[in-house]
């Protein structure tokens, strides 16, 4: 009896320290660097300062964009390179905007066609004219997320200035080329073969962990990062919807519901902006996709 006990408590202690060990050459293998996104109320954002919402730049020589019926949008995020202390892949300098429809009750998302800018719209202005107010703008008339008369449908009805600071992270668990990382690190650890083509991620970690909970949720939880992000690996309440990996292979922005940012993506989920990182390196945003789910 005391050696079946002994047996059970070898075995445990075994998988644990196997599972140690993938998660570590996992996070070693998947290491990136990305950008951070807090929330910073102590301010009020400028016209031109990486914030959520509120009256956007604009460079009035631009089309102001407009959705598919022709109706202007308003400003979601307004990302300032200029203000982003280290560089990447990412532009040296400009502003990145994200614009939604006032009336597209998906936050101008079509999850059929996720990449066709008609209901939301990525915008660079590659150099910024510090010569534009808040008046010019203003005179304008553009719709502005705080206006409820206007704007019927907005993850985020407030505006917030935003601290982006360099930061890294691993591959999530949610992330559609996790499942290959975790075969790779097994094999490459252990010898051991794992058929990754007919079950789901979750399914096939949970079995090589022999069902065992504790194991399968301290690895899960291992690779847990959901925060407002510049580049990094996306979060999802669901799935990763990407068909095309090879193209949609760089995670532009995520955007998280938050309770200090006044975002809700629906029922408490996560919104994401996919690019391909040589289009990004162009400074070409004519082609991102834009998904949101939540639970």
């Not at 019927?152 to 080329?177: F, G, Q, W």
Request: aromatic content about 14%.
């Amino acid at each position: 009896m005391k050696l079946f006990w002994f047996d059970k408590f070898s075995k445990k202690t075994s998988l644990k320290n196997k599972m140690h060990a993938i998660v570590d050459e996992i996070k070693r293998r998947t290491a990136v660097d990305c950008y951070k996104i807090t929330v910073d109320k102590s301010r009020t954002p400028t016209l031109a300062d990486s914030k959520l919402g509120g009256l956007p730049y604009w460079d009035n020589t631009k089309d102001y964009p407009t959705d598919e019926e022709g109706r202007r949008m308003f400003l979601l995020i307004q990302i300032n390179f200029g203000q982003i202390p280290t560089r990447s892949i990412l532009p040296e300098q400009g502003i990145l905007q994200v614009f939604l429809s006032t009336s597209n009750k998906y936050y101008g998302a079509d999850f059929d066609c996720p990449d066709v800018q008609k209901d939301f719209k990525v915008i660079y202005h590659e150099h910024v004219d510090n010569s534009i107010t808040p008046d010019k703008v203003s005179a304008l008339g553009f719709p502005v997320n705080t206006q409820a008369n206007v704007v019927e449908y907005t993850p985020c009805d407030k505006e917030v200035a935003l601290n982006i600071k360099p930061a890294h992270m691993s591959m999530t668990t949610d992330d559609k080329r996790f499942v290959t990382a975790f075969a790779q690190a097994v094999k490459d650890l252990y010898g051991e073969q794992i058929d990754t083509q007919d079950e789901d991620g979750i399914s096939i970690i949970s079995e090589y962990f022999g069902d065992d909970e504790k194991c399968t949720d301290y690895f899960f939880d291992a690779f847990y990062n959901e925060n407002h992000l510049l580049l990094g690996y996306p979060s999802f309440t669901q799935y990763d919807p990407r068909e095309d990996l090879e193209y949609y292979d760089t995670l532009l922005l995520q955007l998280v519901s938050d309770d200090a940012a006044n975002m809700m993506w629906g029922d408490a989920g996560i919104g994401n902006f996919f690019i391909n990182s040589e289009a990004l390196r162009r400074k070409d945003f004519s082609k991102v996709l834009y998904t949101w789910d939540c639970g």
